[in-house]
C-alpha cells in the first residue's frame, strides 16, 4: 500500500482497552492511525509511528477541541480522511467507586461528562467534515449497553449521554449522508478491560452467551463498519454484548 493509498483513521481514546484494540486492528490492516486523548503518547505503546501521529486534547474543553481539530487537519495535510471513530468516554464514580445517580451527581460533572462524550463526537466530526468528503468517510460512535437500560454500575451522567449519543447517531446519519458520509455506533456491553472491577465479573450470569467481552471483538465491528463490507450501512447501533441487551 502506497502512501497515496493508504487509509486513515482519526481515533479518541487509543490508549487502553477498546481504543488500544482498535489501533491495533487497523494497523494490521495498513491502515496510518492518528491517536488524540488529553495525556501524551505513552513511550510503552507498541504501534509504529505512534508518537509522531499522537494529539493531545482535550475533550472536556470546546476551546482546545476546537483547537485541536485544526491541529488534526494539519497532520492530514490536505488528505483524505475515511474514518473517525469517538471512542473517548469518562464515566466517573463517587467515594469508593461509588456509582453516581440522578440524586447526587453535581452540575459540573454533568457537563464534563457531557463535554466528552456527547460533544466532542460532534465538534470532531463537523470540523473534520471536508477530509470527510474528500475520503467518502465513516464516523463511528462508541454509545453503550448503559444508555438503553440503569445499569448496576455505570453512573446517570454516563449513560444519559451514551443515550444522547446514540440519538445524535441518527442525526449526523441524516446530515452527512448526503456527502457520501456513513455515521454509525456500536454499543458494547460488558468488556473485559482494565478499567473494570471484579464486581462485573457476576454480570456474566445475566449475558446469554455467559461471559464478558473482548475489546478484539469490538474493533473487528469498529473495524467492519469503517471498510467497504459496510458500505449500505448508515444510522445503525450496533450492540455487541452477547446477547445482553435481549
Given amino acids: 500500500m502506497t502512501a497515496n493509498t493508504r487509509r486513515t483513521l482519526i481515533l479518541t481514546g487509543a490508549s487502553r482497552g477498546i481504543g488500544h484494540a482498535t489501533v491495533k486492528r487497523f494497523g494490521a490492516a495498513g491502515w496510518r492511525v492518528i491517536t488524540c486523548s488529553r495525556h501524551p503518547f505513552p513511550e510503552d505503546c507498541p504501534w509504529e509511528g505512534g508518537a509522531d501521529d499522537h494529539v493531545v486534547i482535550d475533550l472536556a474543553d470546546a476551546a482546545a477541541t476546537e483547537h485541536g481539530i485544526e491541529t488534526l487537519r494539519e497532520r492530514l495535510h490536505g488528505a483524505p480522511l475515511n474514518a473517525l ?16 445517580g440522578s440524586l447526587d ?3 459540573a460533572t454533568w457537563e464534563t461528562v457531557f463535554s466528552v462524550n456527547f460533544y466532542a463526537p460532534v465538534l470532531l466530526a463537523r470540523g473534520l467534515i471536508e477530509e470527510l468528503k474528500m475520503g467518502r468517510g465513516s464516523v463511528v460512535n462508541v454509545t453503550s449497553i448503559a444508555g438503553g437500560r440503569v445499569h448496576p454500575f455505570a453512573g446517570a451522567a454516563y449513560a444519559t449521554s451514551k443515550a444522547a449519543l446514540a440519538a445524535l447517531t441518527r442525526e449526523m446519519a441524516s446530515d452527512f449522508g448526503p456527502f457520501g458520509i456513513r455515521v454509525n455506533a456500536i454499543a458494547p456491553g460488558e468488556i473485559r478491560t482494565a478499567m473494570i472491577g471484579p464486581e462485573y465479573e457476576s454480570l456474566a450470569n445475566d449475558i446469554p452467551l455467559r461471559r464478558l467481552g473482548t475489546p478484539e471483538e469490538i474493533a473487528r465491528t469498529i473495524y467492519y463498519l469503517c471498510t467497504d463490507e459496510s458500505s449500505y450501512v448508515s444510522g445503525a447501533e450496533i450492540h455487541v454484548n452477547g446477547g445482553q441487551h435481549v
Avoid: Q
Fill in 85 to 100: 471513530v469517538n471512542n473517548a468516554g469518562i464515566s466517573p464514580k463517587g467515594p469508593g467507586g461509588k456509582r453516581l
Fill in 105 to 107: 451527581t453535581a452540575v
